[in-house]
């Protein structure tokens, strides 16, 4: 959209979250509730985009330092909504045309909702347009009071009498103003009440004193324009934004069976027909193919995951890369740097961390694979160990195609296991196996008769 300036308020304490972290940064659904602010204002591509930060100005500005694009205005102290605001004068020393007003703990709302809003404050020309919703319980809130249709004043729900306190209109703190005469107007705000702060929303009754035009535009859907002030709302707001991933990916043909207990991140992509047991998280920019089946307790972050594979219960995946029909668990681990390809096993209690496990391999019980290649056919026998950490430096182990581990075995880095090579049960390798051969380093077994009865007898 032309002409459109965004400030973002950041300023505040959160003194209601009871909490040592600046509130804009506690997460929903995984990110901090600012980045939605700041993903819905980019939409609109705004000339600029101003956060006015003060209370641990520091950790925020540094949790916002990779966005392209904003900068930063310091309130301090922090005197209020329209003083946060008055701060921000600098930033838009110069411009003209429409300020979008949005607050950091409105983290919920629609890019839709925030062009209507500014189309609505143009097409009026209004001196400031205000965002409203009308909720069931409006505890909290500054109310909407209105003579007839027109918006007249905001009450603070410090400040409101009986009557106002059951208006179930409800400001959103979210407005959009024209930058014209708007900071002349911010000075005249006083803060002669409860709070002793200096409320944004007495503009509204400001600008309707001057006789200037306010607006009002209503969101329909209360929960996009929830405001964060306490650990409870932003549980809400967590719950809220996972409902409509789960609705989305239900829309798009994936099984959850049971939504209320699957946390799938927003930018999660599932393919059709896979099925979620409950309890399962998938997090970060994980991608999951068709046809997939991920159990009951399974995390997964920033993976990449094929069709047709199945993961079974309690497994742990952080980036790393699963192709089509593997299968993974129950109670694996796969580290960074993984990858499975076509087919590939991995059973109960195995652990694997920088490794590749080529088609059809399988380690199906009570191993470690670290900084590992291993070939296509492989079978890596339970209770096999790479020992790839010298206490000093990480070694890589390489296990060619078709190749045969026994059980409870070491491999010693750096090592080669050569193509159809076999290592016996319980060998501990040090030195590379050539191709075809078999490995055995374990003694001789030795039976020495009667020992049992010769002990017993000593006592
Ligand atoms: C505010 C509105 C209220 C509205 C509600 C919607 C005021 C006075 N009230 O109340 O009408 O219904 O939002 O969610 O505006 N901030 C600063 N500097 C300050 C004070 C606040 O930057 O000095 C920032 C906060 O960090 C926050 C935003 O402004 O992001 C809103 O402040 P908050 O204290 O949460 O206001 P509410 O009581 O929620
Ligand atoms: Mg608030």
Redesign the pocket.
Known sequence: MSDVHVA?????????MKSAR???LHRVGGLPMIDYVLAAASTLAPRRLVV????EAAAVRQALASRPGLSFVV?E????????LL?AESAFEGASGTLLLL????PLLSPDTLRQLVDRHRSADAAATVLTTVVDQPY????VVRTGRQITR?V??RDADPTEKAIRE?????YAFALDGLFDALRSVASGNA?R??????LVAIYRREGRGVETVTETNPDS?????SRVELADASRILRARKNAELMANGVTLEDPATAYIGASVQIGCDTIVHPGVTIAGRTVIGESCEIHSGVFIADSRIGNGVVVHDHSHIVESAIEDGAAVGPFARLRPKTELRTGARIGNFVEVKGSVVGAGSKALHLAYLGDTTVGERVNIGAGTITCNYDGERKHTTVIEDGAFIGTDSQLVAPVTIGKGAYVGTGTTVRTDVPPGALAVSAGKQRNIEDWVARKKGRR
Do not use: C, F, M
Request: no cysteine; aromatic share 4%; net charge positive.
């Open positions: 973002v308020l950041a300023a505040g304490k959160g003194t209601r600046p509130k804009v006015v930060i003060g209370h309130q102290p922090q005197l209020g909504t329209a003083h946060a701060a607050s950091g703990d409105v909290g809130y500054g109310r905001i603070e729900e409800i400001n959103a703190g979210i709070q702060e200096r409320y944004l929303p007495d324009v929830r405001g964060i002030n």
